[in-house]
């Protein structure tokens, strides 16, 4: 089992051949987990033991104690709303309304996406948005107080 507790910099991201890494994918809610045991897709058992708080991103890669590079995480599709709409207020209007409910919300310029939700789905659908149900990569914004590594 391989213990992985950090996080590698951009910086070290280039430092190693990413193709000899495991490869760790997970869902959106999997991905806020510092601390859990995780099975790679070739079987191998992972341990995170990552500071607490770390939320990971399709992309980034993962280090034991001596930074040596061990696993690579895959952003797992998973079942979505994927919300569209036609006119940009309309867009906002549900961003905002969503926002304002707390939960986890992908953000992009042309279409929001959260999980599957029947009582968001209907209030949504109220405000005469487009919804498509979906199984996608899902990732959601990080927070507004959760710094961003770009």
Do not use: C, W
């Amino acid at each position: 089992m391989h213990i992985l507790t950090q996080r590698l910099s951009s910086q070290a991201k280039q430092l190693f051949n990413a193709e000899s890494l495991l490869t760790l994918s997970l869902v959106a809610e999997d991905r806020t987990r510092s601390r859990h045991r995780f099975t790679t897709i070739e079987g191998e058992v992972v341990n995170l033991q990552l500071p607490r708080g770390t939320v990971l991103k399709e992309g980034d890669f993962l280090a034991d104690e001596h930074g040596q590079a061990i696993a690579k995480v895959v952003a797992k599709p998973e079942p979505v709303l994927t919300v569209t709409a036609h006119q940009a207020i309309d867009f906002l209007r549900a961003a905002y309304h969503l926002g304002n409910r707390h939960i986890a919300l992908e953000i992009t310029e042309s279409y929001l996406r959260l999980s599957p939700d029947s009582v968001l789905e209907d209030m949504v659908h109220k405000m005469g948005l487009h919804i498509i149900h979906e199984v996608q990569a899902f990732q959601p914004e990080a927070g507004a107080y959760h710094h961003h590594d770009h």
